[in-house]
Each structure stands twice: as C-alpha cells, then as structure tokens.
C-alpha cells in the first residue's frame, strides 16, 4: 500500500528550539493532516490543512498544504519538554463520502532540558 | 466523553490462538477502521466500516476478520494468531458527514504473539 515519505525519522532537539518536518507523496490529497501521538496512546489530530497554499497554525504549531497537492511541512516554535512524541502527517483523499486516509511513517521528537 | 474504546489493552497470544479485540464508540459514528502500527510503517488500514452490517477489506486484511453488529461496535478477530500479527492495533471512527476532519482515535491494543 501507499505510504507517505516522512522526514526526518527522529530529532533530538533542546527545549526552545524551532522544529520542522515535512512529508511528500507521489499522489495528490484533498486534505492533510498532522497528528501526534504520546507513548501508550492513539493519535490526536493537531492540524487540519484544506486547501493548496493554506498556512494554518494552532499556538505554537504551523502547518502548510503544499501548492502541488503532493506535500505539506508541520513547524513546531520554541519546543517544550510536553511536544515529545511521534508526529505522523496524513493524505485524505475523498470523493463524496469515501476516503482513503494514508499516514507517513512519524517523526519521533525528543527534547531535552 | 468517552468517544473511541478499546478492549484489552494488552495481550500475549501464543501461536495458532484466536482472540477478539473490541472497539466502542459513543460517539454514534458511521465509519469504523481497524489499523495497525508498526515500528518504522506508519499506520496501516486492515478493515474498515461505513455502516451498521457492512465491512470492507483495508490494504492488510489477511489474517484478521470484522464484524459490525451494531453501529456503535468494530470487533477485529485472529483466528489463528501468527507472530507476524504482533502490533499494536488501533480503532478510529468518523461521522460520514466529516471526512475532512480525520478521525479519532482509540487507545490501541499492544499485541504480542509468541
């Protein structure tokens, strides 16, 4: 099956660094998505993006919806220790009521004091 | 609120055992999925549910079976539990009116055959 490229695997990063990561695809989306997910949980939406061009952001999170359809980049500001976890984007591609959700293969975020 | 279930939240199953694992939702959702994580894979569709009575195959259905009695419930079997099977498995679920939205997701399973 499908999978999103996703990158990078993993960052160590301190805390109040800027982070980026991003996620490419061969295939076009109707939306992305970015979730993250915390140890023993399941994922939690962060980020929905709709349209080619959008910018959207949610407190320190910024997501785009790359202009060819085919990518988007998630920016976390000035990290805390609570932004650990593994960020997963995801391609929606739906026409009427179904949809086919493909997730990237994540980003495990460590921070350090 | 407490949207999407799912029961157990561990198991070791030995070879060739079966088992079924559990997904509620109050959330009175049309749309039901079974996935599974892997390290490295992301997240994988084995079945999916748009409606009370109905099942789909996902990307991964070998080895796994669904049922949807009732709108509220997804159950995922393994009828004869292979080490390969072992993951962690999560439960999502939408409003058929939301597909632009994602989904919500369960907890997960962590499974382990041996």
């Known amino acids: 099956g499908q999978q999103l490229n996703q990158s990078p695997q993993s960052m160590f990063i301190q805390e109040g660094e800027d982070v980026s990561m991003n996620c490419t695809s061969s295939?076009?989306?109707?939306?992305w998505l970015w979730y993250k997910q915390d140890p023993g949980e399941g994922p939690v939406l962060l980020i929905a993006?709709?349209?080619?061009?959008e910018l959207t952001s949610n407190g320190r999170l910024t997501a785009q919806f790359g202009i060819t359809r085919k990518d988007s980049f998630l920016n976390i500001s000035a990290s805390i220790p609570s932004d650990v976890g593994i960020y997963f984007c995801?391609?929606?591609?739906?026409?009427?009521?179904?949809?086919?959700?493909?997730f990237g293969t994540g980003t495990r975020l460590q921070v350090t004091l | 609120n407490a949207g999407v279930t799912q029961t157990p939240k561990f198991r070791v199953l030995k070879t060739g055992q079966s088992m079924t694992l559990l997904c509620a939702q109050d959330?009175?959702?049309?749309?039901m999925y079974w996935y599974r994580q892997d390290p490295g894979m992301g997240l994988r569709l084995i079945h999916y549910?748009?409606?009370?009575?109905?099942?789909a195959k996902g990307e991964v259905p070998d080895g796994y079976n669904v049922s949807r009695l009732k709108k509220q419930n997804f159950l995922l079997g393994l009828e004869s539990a292979a080490p390969s099977q072992t993951s962690v498995y999560f439960c999502?679920?939408?409003?058929?009116?939301?597909?632009?939205?994602?989904?919500?997701f369960g907890s997960g399973t962590r499974l382990t055959v041996v």
């Open positions: 993006l709709y349209k080619a061009g």
């Open positions: 959330m009175n959702h049309e749309y």
């Open positions: 549910s748009v409606g009370e009575g109905t099942t």
């Open positions: 295939s076009i989306f109707n939306t």
């Open positions: 995801a391609g929606l591609y739906y026409t009427g009521t179904a949809s086919k959700l493909t």
């Open positions: 999502a679920s939408r409003k058929s009116t939301t597909v632009a939205y994602g989904y919500t």
